[in-house]
């Protein structure tokens, strides 16, 4: 069984980048297909972007594509989210999911079988 360790958020201005990393351990982390979700006060959690097992597949959501980049290191464990020009909408709860199909990239979070904790972004005007 895979833990997740997402770390990376914080208070950060409007008009900056981020990084948000995921760090896995035990499991297989080199055989998931990976995911990170967002979650604001009073919405449901939307999926913004996944990436395939070896990096050959990336997905984002349309409200997301021009800004953020997914990438990953199998040697590191470790799962990332790049945010550029950040805006006070991207304000939310940050968290990576593992998805046990490593190939596909998948876009429901029932598909994700393990989660972290989140980490929480909050992008001031």
């Known amino acids: 069984q895979a833990q997740l360790a997402e770390s990376g958020g914080g208070l950060v201005q409007a008009g900056h980048s981020l990084t948000l990393s995921c760090a896995a351990s035990?499991?297989?982390?080199?055989?998931?297909?990976m995911g990170w979700f967002r979650q604001a006060p009073g919405k449901e959690r939307e999926f913004v972007a996944g990436?395939?097992?070896?990096?050959?597949?990336?997905l984002y959501s349309d409200s997301v594509k021009d800004r953020f980049t997914i990438f990953r290191d199998n040697a590191k464990t470790t799962v990332y989210l790049l945010i550029d020009s950040l805006k006070p909408e991207d304000t939310a709860r940050y968290y990576c999911?593992?998805?046990?199909?490593?190939?596909?990239?998948?876009?429901?979070?029932?598909?994700?079988?393990?989660w972290g904790q989140g980490t929480q972004l909050t992008v001031s005007a």
């Open positions: 999911a593992a998805d046990l199909g490593g190939f596909q990239v998948r876009t429901q979070a029932r598909d994700y079988v393990y």
């Open positions: 035990g499991g297989s982390f080199e055989s998931y297909a």
């Open positions: 990436i395939s097992f070896d990096s050959s597949r990336k």
